[in-house]
């Protein structure tokens, strides 16, 4: 089973930029589709990045436009590029990838 473990969260002001990375196991990661998925406190999960086998990619309107989602598939790792933060992205960040796998996540805070 495809394990993903998520980093690069923390705690960071509003208008800054951050990077998280999510690392995959397994030798089958560039035929995987990955995406980016967070939960803000007390709502439900949202789906936010996805990145096809092909690398085409689709973001919601939500982050369109400050988040970039890439995939180094020689790492077997997937990124996901924010900035302008705002407040209302605050939550946990997960990554999945096309077979349900779904990594623990990591914090991301953004303080005003």
């Known amino acids: 089973q495809v394990q993903l473990v998520e980093s690069g969260g923390g705690l960071v002001q509003a208008g800054v930029s951050l990077r998280l990375s999510c690392a995959a196991s397994g030798r089958t990661f560039s035929s995987y589709a990955m995406g980016w998925l967070r939960q803000a406190p007390g709502k439900g999960l949202e789906w936010i990045a996805g990145i096809k086998s092909d690398y085409g990619i689709t973001y919601a309107d939500s982050v369109k436009g400050r988040f970039t989602i890439s995939r180094d598939n020689a790492k077997n790792t997937v990124y996901l590029e924010m900035n302008n933060l705002k407040t209302e992205d605050t939550g946990v960040y997960y990554c999945?990838?096309?077979?349900?796998?779904r990594g623990q996540g990591t914090q991301v805070t953004v303080s005003s």
């Open positions: 999945a990838n096309s077979e349900g796998s």
